[in-house]
């Protein structure tokens, strides 16, 4: 445990990795610093800090615990100085405040309970690799990039944008987020009970599964593929263009000129409220519980709803005889297969 490392606690080791003193690192050969004066580790340079608990600390300096392997740090603040855990492995972390930039770069094998990275904490877990943090609070944006295997659960992002960039293998549950460009160019994302505002969510993603969750988003899901949404509300103009094998499955949908230039769009069971001019050049498979305000020129498929508004199919931008739609109010069947539903 580590109590306010003093002078004595600390020592060269310069035998470590053929450096000299000048590129050494500083050593806690106590295995606990606990608190006391502020832990100051700023010229460790490269290593593994052998400290296997640090309990009610004050971290300061750039790279406070850099290579930090199997250390259990609680009750501690990460206070001034960038990067303080860069490299880290196997490190746990439970009521841990981080108050400076970078604090989790290129780590791996990091658990979070009930820890805060602050606004201040910007940038701060990039190209890691296994990251789970539950009941935690990240009001820093730009919190993950680049990086894999990463789980929050009941996790708060109220400072989100630009944040899940790139990243891999991603599960989020009871998450709640604000910011723009949330989760952009991410791949195999699972999410459940998320609740999101923010635009352009999920910008360029692909192998996406949402479930029971509740997004404000405008332009949320563009440039997608193998994305499919259940047991969801959506709330946001111009859902889903220029995507590909896009699902919904008894969701609630509010949008204007939502769910167009869409290759494969499939949809069951789901409510489309004041969503108008939806569909345009896209190819379709829909079945619609209740009406939807306005469909304009879908490319292909079929299209099943109590009622349409207004219905525009002008020959001169598609063949509207490749689509197949179904009014079950009125009993109308225009254009399309006529053995198709």
Not at 110 to 137: F, K, N, P
Not at 287 to 302: F, K, Q, T
Request: glycine share 8%.
């Amino acid at each position: 445990m580590v109590t306010g490392i003093d002078a004595q606690a600390l020592q060269w080791n310069p035998s470590l990795h053929g450096m000299g003193r000048d590129q050494g690192f500083c050593v806690a050969k106590t295995s606990v610093v606990r608190l006391g004066q502020p832990v100051s580790m700023r010229d460790q340079g490269r290593g593994n800090v052998v400290s296997s608990q640090v309990d009610q600390a004050r971290l300061i300096g750039e790279r406070a615990l850099f290579f930090a392997d199997g250390t259990a740090v609680t009750d501690s603040v990460f206070a001034d100085g960038e990067s303080p855990l860069k490299h880290a492995r196997g490190v746990t972390l439970d009521h841990v405040i981080f108050e400076w930039k970078y604090p989790l770069w290129y780590s791996s094998a990091i658990t979070a309970d009930r820890c805060v990275l602050a606004e201040t904490a910007r940038s701060g877990i990039w190209y890691a690799d296994g990251v789970a943090m539950s009941d935690c609070l990240v009001a820093a944006p730009k919190t993950f990039r680049r990086a894999k295997r990463i789980r929050l659960n009941r996790v708060d992002l109220p400072n989100a944008q630009e944040t899940l960039w790139g990243c891999s293998d991603v599960r989020l549950e009871a998450v709640s987020a604000r910011g723009d460009y949330f989760a952009m160019n991410s791949t195999g994302v699972q999410a459940k009970n998320l609740r999101l505002t923010g635009n352009y969510a999920f910008d360029g993603c692909s192998d996406v599964e949402v479930v029971d969750s509740t997004l404000a988003s405008k332009d949320a899901f563009w440039n997608c593929h193998d994305v499919v949404v259940r047991d969801s509300t959506i709330i946001g103009e111009y859902l889903g263009w220029n995507s590909t094998n896009l699902t919904f499955i008894n969701c609630t949908i509010e949008s204007l000129q939502g769910l167009c230039y869409v290759d494969n769009l499939v949809m069951r069971d789901c409510h489309l409220i004041n969503t108008t001019l939806a569909f345009e050049y896209s190819s379709v498979d829909v079945i619609i519980d209740g009406a939807i305000g306005s469909v304009i020129n879908p490319n292909s498929g079929v299209i099943k709803a109590d009622s349409i508004g207004e219905l525009i199919l002008d020959p001169e931008r598609i063949d509207p005889g490749l689509t197949r739609i179904i009014l079950t109010d009125s009993g109308d069947r225009i254009g399309g297969d006529p053995t198709r539903c």
